[in-house]
């Protein structure tokens, strides 16, 4: 999207933040506003996952800052580069750049360790020996404090202990690294959390290198600290973790004090959003794969036909809030007929055809007419669309005993146009063996080209979309439907794949599409006219075998 277009980020609690911070005297008086974007390569990004890269984005771009892209691959049981390049892809695509400013969470594992072994001379942590279910037997909870035998152990044995899990000595499990603050904090992430872990697998980075991890809550402060990131904007689950985020840069002799601000997450009905549910469709052949244009993935999306434009608008118009909401699936789709009905080009697709013959129209003979691409943009252009004798039009723009009010084809029916050609009138039909209308006969009238009859008379049928039998390409098209029936898939109590839409997905053969869609390019939209709005998959489809998906139909329900 060209700079001069992008919408600028509206004012939001979280730049009411930032505006008191950079104002005079304020804690970052006179600095560059820097923010991050730090997902886990665990898996693809999701619509979700925009939200935030909106707002960590879009906010650096308001402020005239910068912002970080970072890996934070600090769990290597899932990451893989395969996520790395893809997450990458899927951020440009949406529009955005992090220039030079590229980071691993694993580039800091050393720096990590080193103030790890800080605190422990500090005495503010220590290897502990408590096993996972032992670590909740003495949890405590709410008036009860939490304890631990091993709080006490002396610095010098749990130095020795922490360099001997670092150099592999001890099998995951046997011991962790605790943070010490307070065992009767009412807030249970301060109750000596675990900083450190032992886990012995190969990292995608790192290779064999480490095989202690740094949990998420240590390491993060610490990365947006090294990287002095002076606003980090993340999800409202993280609001209960910002005293062990504060906890952790005060006890670290860190070069920066970055300050954590928390949203709502974005929530979205017939849907779910869990990168471990998500991989779970994928793994068990729910879907093609993450990319399935079912799926809430930005590659998935993508490739059923959304742009950067509709997912941009649909971020800033839900707005940035601390209040949790859902929102209706409907008003992404809304978000994305506004944009598509200004940009994408009309072309005419027949989906379930039936042969039309106009016995009137002389054989052999063909023309061509020009039809515009976008109704009220005349710089989008024509098309030339060729027409001839035989034609294909819809199956269900005919039917031979005509239902009240139904102002399409039928045997002595009304006129109906023909887009951009002739009126024509229904004289007939012809049927096979077992009484299926294979082809329907209709008259023309010479005298009104471009569809406007000569003498101005009014027309009482429908206009129609049809395609030349001549030059007509086969296709291949795929009408999508929400991947999940229930509106709530993750409530409750609820196995969210008994909540699959067993309907979330139409293949019809045998489509009839103009001439000029044989090359589509993967980029293109367009408005199958009456139908929806469509682009060619980006991995199925070929010259030889055309295939499109339908990225919403032209129906609006949602309502503001």
Same mark, same amino acid.
């Given at each position: 999207?060209?700079?001069?277009?992008?919408?600028?980020?509206?004012?939001?609690?979280i730049?009411? %933040?930032?505006?008191?911070?950079?104002?005079?005297?304020?804690?970052? &008086?006179?600095?560059?506003?820097?923010?991050?974007?730090?997902?886990?390569?665990?898996?693809?990004?999701?619509?979700?996952? +925009?939200?935030?890269i %909106?707002?960590?984005?879009?906010?650096?771009?308001?402020?005239?800052?910068?912002?970080?892209?970072?890996?934070?691959?600090? $769990?290597?049981?899932?990451?893989?580069? &395969?996520?790395?390049?893809?997450?990458?892809?899927?951020?440009?695509?949406?529009?955005?750049?992090?220039?030079?400013?590229?980071?691993? *969470?694993?580039?800091?594992?050393?720096?990590?360790?080193e103030?790890?072994?800080?605190?422990?001379?500090?005495?503010?942590?220590?290897?502990?020996?408590?096993?996972?279910e032992?670590?909740?037997?003495?949890?405590g909870?709410?008036?009860?404090?939490?304890?631990s035998?091993?709080?006490?152990?002396?610095?010098?044995?749990?130095?020795?202990?922490?360099?001997?899990?670092?150099?592999?000595?001890?099998? $995951?499990?046997?011991?962790?690294?605790?943070?010490?603050?307070?065992?009767?904090? #009412?807030?249970?992430?301060?109750?000596?959390p675990?900083?450190? =872990?032992?886990?012995?697998?190969?990292?995608?980075r790192?290779?064999?290198?480490?095989?202690?991890?740094?949990?998420?809550? %240590? *390491?993060?402060?610490?990365?947006?600290?090294?990287?002095?990131? !002076?606003?980090?904007?993340?999800?409202?689950?993280f609001?209960?973790?910002?005293?062990?985020?504060?906890?952790?840069?005060?006890?670290?002799?860190?070069?920066?004090?970055?300050?954590?601000?928390?949203?709502?997450r974005?929530?979205? $009905?017939? !849907?779910?959003?869990?990168?471990?549910?998500?991989?779970?469709?994928?793994?068990?052949?729910?879907?093609?794969?993450?990319?399935?244009?079912?799926?809430?993935t930005?590659?998935?999306?993508?490739?059923?036909?959304?742009?950067? +434009?509709?997912?941009?608008?649909f971020?800033?118009?839900?707005?940035?809030?601390?209040a949790?909401?859902?929102?209706?699936?409907?008003?992404?789709?809304?978000?994305?007929r506004?944009?598509l009905?200004?940009? +994408?080009?009309?072309?005419?697709?027949?989906l379930?055809?039936?042969?039309?013959?106009?016995?009137?129209?002389? &054989?052999?003979?063909?023309?061509?007419?020009?039809?515009?691409?976008?109704?009220?943009?005349?710089?989008? #252009?024509?098309?030339?669309?060729?027409?001839?004798?035989?034609?294909?039009?819809?199956a269900?723009?005919?039917?031979?005993?005509?239902?009240?009010?139904?102002?399409?084809?039928?045997?002595?029916?009304?006129?109906?146009?023909?887009?951009?050609?002739?009126?024509?009138t229904?004289?007939?039909?012809?049927k096979?063996?077992?009484?299926?209308?294979?082809?329907?006969?209709?008259?023309?009238?010479?005298?009104s080209?471009? @569809?406007?009859p000569?003498?101005?008379?009014?027309?009482?049928?429908?206009?129609?979309?049809?395609?030349?039998?001549?030059?007509?390409?086969?296709? &291949?098209?795929? /009408?999508?439907?929400?991947?999940?029936?229930?509106?709530?898939?993750?409530? @409750?109590?609820?196995?969210?794949l008994d909540c699959?839409?067993?309907?979330?997905?139409?293949?019809?053969?045998g489509?009839?599409?103009?001439?000029? /869609?044989?090359?589509?390019?993967?980029?293109? =939209?367009?408005?199958?006219?009456?139908?929806?709005?469509f682009?060619?998959?980006?991995?199925?489809?070929?010259?030889?075998?055309?295939?499109?998906?339908?990225?919403v139909?032209?129906?609006?329900?949602?309502?503001?």
């Amino acid at each position: 999207m060209p700079e001069e277009t992008k919408p600028v980020m509206s004012q939001n609690f979280i730049h009411d %933040f930032i505006d008191e911070d950079i104002a005079k005297g304020g804690q970052y &008086e006179g600095m560059t506003v820097h923010t991050r974007f730090p997902p886990e390569p665990n898996g693809y990004l999701h619509i979700g996952h +925009a939200k935030a890269i %909106f707002i960590d984005f879009g906010t650096a771009e308001k402020y005239g800052g910068m912002c970080n892209l970072r890996m934070d691959d600090t $769990n290597p049981t899932k990451e893989d580069e &395969e996520y790395v390049d893809a997450i990458q892809e899927d951020i440009h695509w949406l529009g955005y750049d992090w220039g030079d400013r590229f980071y691993f *969470a694993s580039d800091y594992f050393d720096k990590m360790y080193e103030y790890a072994v800080e605190l422990i001379k500090k005495g503010l942590a220590y290897v502990c020996e408590l096993t996972p279910e032992e670590f909740k037997a003495h949890r405590g909870d709410v008036g009860t404090p939490a304890t631990s035998p091993w709080r006490d152990r002396p610095v010098e044995e749990s130095l020795d202990l922490f360099q001997r899990m670092k150099d592999g000595e001890f099998p $995951n499990g046997k011991y962790t690294l605790r943070a010490k603050i307070d065992l009767a904090s #009412g807030n249970f992430n301060m109750r000596d959390p675990v900083i450190y =872990r032992i886990n012995h697998m190969r990292h995608h980075r790192q290779g064999d290198k480490w095989c202690i991890y740094p949990m998420y809550d %240590f *390491a993060h402060p610490l990365e947006d600290a090294l990287e002095g990131i !002076t606003h980090s904007l993340c999800s409202l689950e993280f609001e209960d973790h910002r005293p062990l985020y504060d906890w952790v840069i005060q006890n670290c002799p860190v070069p920066s004090k970055p300050r954590q601000i928390e949203f709502a997450r974005l929530g979205i $009905n017939y !849907t779910v959003m869990s990168k471990r549910k998500l991989r779970q469709l994928v793994e068990e052949g729910k879907v093609s794969g993450w990319d399935d244009p079912r799926m809430p993935t930005l590659c998935g999306l993508r490739r059923r036909g959304y742009t950067p +434009a509709a997912i941009r608008d649909f971020s800033e118009r839900n707005g940035v809030t601390k209040a949790a909401s859902v929102v209706e699936f409907g008003f992404l789709e809304h978000c994305l007929r506004e944009d598509l009905n200004r940009t +994408a080009r009309r072309v005419m697709a027949v989906l379930r055809p039936v042969k039309l013959t106009i016995t009137n129209y002389p &054989e052999g003979r063909s023309e061509t007419f020009e039809v515009e691409n976008i109704p009220g943009d005349p710089g989008a #252009g024509t098309r030339p669309v060729t027409f001839s004798r035989n034609l294909w039009v819809e199956a269900e723009d005919f039917l031979e005993e005509p239902v009240p009010k139904y102002k399409r084809l039928y045997p002595g029916g009304p006129e109906c146009r023909l887009k951009g050609a002739y009126l024509v009138t229904c004289t007939g039909c012809v049927k096979d063996d077992e009484g299926n209308v294979t082809e329907i006969l209709a008259t023309y009238d010479p005298d009104s080209k471009g @569809g406007d009859p000569a003498d101005g008379r009014k027309v009482k049928g429908a206009t129609l979309h049809w395609v030349d039998a001549a030059t007509a390409l086969d296709a &291949e098209v795929r /009408l999508y439907d929400n991947l999940f029936a229930d509106e709530a898939p993750d409530a @409750g109590d609820k196995n969210f794949l008994d909540c699959l839409n067993p309907n979330s997905l139409e293949i019809l053969t045998g489509c009839k599409v103009e001439a000029g /869609l044989g090359e589509p390019k993967p980029e293109d =939209r367009f408005q199958f006219m009456r139908q929806g709005y469509f682009c060619a998959d980006s991995k199925d489809s070929s010259p030889a075998h055309l295939v499109f998906n339908r990225a919403v139909s032209l129906k609006d329900s949602f309502k503001f």
